[in-house]
């Protein structure tokens, strides 16, 4: 090994790693950032107003601004919910991740193309960090290359072979939920149906499409994503894909790819192997239960992840690195666990989605849930409008509530 020790090596160069080297970049420390090739999560693109200008995202990142919501229940029965003075952001991630990464690049990260492999360390303590590159050798494999550091942010998503190889305690007991999209070109002015609106996200409550997540088709401009999710692997996400295209008008788009991969829906119970890992994004579980949001919590994990490492480096003290999740779950915790029980009550049956997308035609709902969305945090500032949700919340559990 001829390359220097670096301080920190950032596995993983989606929104959470390149975060992460990004900010350590910015400490002055000497971070090297480890990523596949070629690699784009699926994923339906939406970032609110508070990561735009919490990590200064250009206006020009965004393919397209979503003004309305439209939930649509196991009846079609449609509740269109709009986004005031406001709007969603959506960005495609090949263009949005790779943005990320060439910005940690600008502030001093030293990027390399390759695939993790192992974990070890030399006699004085330092960790070693093996990966595969894709140039071959004389027997045609992978050439193996490694490099030495004092510490190591797993940022390689979900089931987190850094995690593993690292000894995270717990990181084997995290639960997924398996999602699917396509890239469709969008249907050009002739094609469209009258209800088509490039400036709605659709969500499909409908169990056909998915038995205990939910469907989705999301507007990137010139491009859509249709997905869903489940965590029933006996679940075709596949046919439910064609399933929904067909019902919202688009079984004519091109296909432009496809892609899969699984989504954790519960933070892991450690991010740190007490020594010199820590987890950050999908690796640390942090994909929000039943909105299966992901993005910006995965960039906020990169950044409590890069100040967990910053003091561990500056004090020494390894217990330093239990500090991102510490500091995560004061801020979501409990924003996490209420969308976790929404998700398994409300995803539950038919008649419960049913009942869901009706509590939210109340328009206390809608903007107490948009504001806390894009702003992300608890709206505490109207107590009646609370009170008058939980009141219609427990008819609806009880079944008081007509549909």
Not at 127 to 155: D, F, K, M, P, W
Not at 222 to 237: C, I, N, W
Not at 249 to 274: F, H, Q, S, V, Y
Request: hydrophobic share 40%; proline share 5%; aromatic share 8%.
């Amino acid at each position: 090994m001829t390359d220097p020790i670096f301080d920190v090596v950032v596995v993983g160069g989606g929104p959470a790693g390149a975060t992460a080297a990004h900010e350590l970049a910015k400490l002055g420390r000497s971070v090297l950032l480890l990523d596949r090739a070629g690699r784009i999560k699926p994923c339906g693109g939406a970032i609110p107003p508070r990561l735009i200008k919490d990590f200064d995202i250009p206006d020009s990142l965004l393919v397209a601004k979503a003004r309305c919501a439209r939930m649509i229940a196991p009846s079609n029965h449609r509740v269109d919910i709009p986004i005031d003075n406001g709007f969603v952001g959506m960005v495609t991630r090949d263009q949005f991740d790779e943005w990320l990464r060439a910005r940690a690049a600008s502030a001093g990260a030293q990027r390399r193309t390759g695939q993790f492999t192992a974990i070890d360390h030399t006699d004085d303590g330092l960790a070693v960090v093996h990966y595969r590159v894709q140039e071959r050798n004389a027997t045609g494999e992978g050439v193996l290359h490694s490099v030495r550091t004092r510490c190591i942010v797993g940022a390689d998503g979900a089931r987190s072979e850094v995690a593993r190889q690292g000894g995270v305690p717990g990181a084997e007991r995290t639960r997924y939920v398996f999602a699917y999209h396509e890239i469709l070109r969008a249907p050009s002015p002739e094609q469209r149906g009258a209800d088509y609106d490039d400036s709605r996200c659709d969500v499909y409550y409908q169990g056909r499409f998915s038995p205990d997540f939910y469907g989705w088709v999301f507007p990137h401009g010139d491009t859509l994503s249709v997905g869903t999710g489940s965590a029933d692997r006996g679940f075709s996400l596949r046919a439910s894909v064609q399933s929904m295209r067909q019902a919202a008008g688009l079984t004519d788009c091109e296909t432009l790819r496809r892609e899969g991969a699984p989504i954790p829906m519960k933070p892991l119970p450690r991010w740190d192997n007490g020594r010199d890992v820590v987890l950050a994004g999908d690796a640390a579980g942090v994909v929000a239960p039943a909105s299966g949001e992901g993005i910006y919590y995965a960039m906020l994990g990169g950044q409590l992840a890069a100040e967990a490492v910053q003091t561990m480096l500056l004090t020494g003290k390894a217990q330093s690195l239990r500090l991102a999740r510490k500091r995560f779950m004061q801020l979501h915790g409990t924003v996490f666990w209420v969308l976790g029980v929404m998700q398994w009550f409300w995803y539950g049956s038919e008649k419960r989605r049913e009942r869901f997308v009706k509590i939210c035609e109340d328009r206390d709902v809608q903007q107490l849930t948009f504001e806390s969305y894009m702003n992300k945090v608890l709206v505490r500032k109207k107590p009646m409008a609370h009170v008058r949700i939980f009141i219609k919340d427990v008819a609806h559990l009880l079944g008081l509530a007509r549909v």
